[in-house]
């Protein structure tokens, strides 16, 4: 099956989500970048409701990047509803997020984040993380089967 390419990327900072789109570029990572901003879009996205319920259906991405400090639908929900549903079970997270909080790091494994990444402050640091995140979860990795459709 043909890969999508396309990022989400589910941040509510302007701020964060501008720069994750800046390095991404810097780092010629070509794939398109969806960005939602709170849990609850994400979900939207995800299982094409409310706002996305028009969206195509084939548009799923490769891989999830989940700030956990979200407004509406917190990170490690939308992470949890993800991870209970046969469409998005498989589906790579990434948790990307500030929290240096060890409790956010084993719960974000306990529900089944694929990665743990904290956004560096600097933004050369954070340029190179991008590329590697890039590199790694669009190029090297080998997703698992999407589920066949119902």
Do not use: C
């Not at 900072?13 to 390095?23: E, G, I, Q």
């Not at 409310?50 to 939308?78: C, M, Q």
């Not at 998005?88 to 240096?100: F, H």
């Amino acid at each position: 099956m043909k890969r999508s390419g396309i990022i989400l990327l589910v941040e509510d900072n302007p701020d964060d989500a501008d720069l994750t789109l800046r390095a991404f570029e810097r780092s010629k990572v070509a794939n398109q970048l969806v960005v939602v901003q709170d849990g609850a879009e994400a979900l939207d996205y995800l299982f094409l409701t409310g706002t996305h319920a028009g969206r195509d259906p084939d548009a799923v991405p490769e891989v999830v990047l989940l700030d956990l400090k979200l407004p509406k639908i917190s990170g490690l929900d939308v992470l949890r509803r993800m991870r209970a549903d046969e469409r998005t079970r498989r589906l790579p997270v990434v948790v990307l997020t500030s929290s240096s909080e060890e409790r956010d790091l084993i719960r974000s494994y306990d529900l089944g984040a694929n990665s743990f990444v904290r956004k560096p402050v600097d933004f050369a640091q954070f340029l190179e993380a991008a590329g590697h995140l890039g590199l790694y979860w669009l190029v090297i990795n080998q997703p698992p089967p999407r589920p066949a459709s119902t």
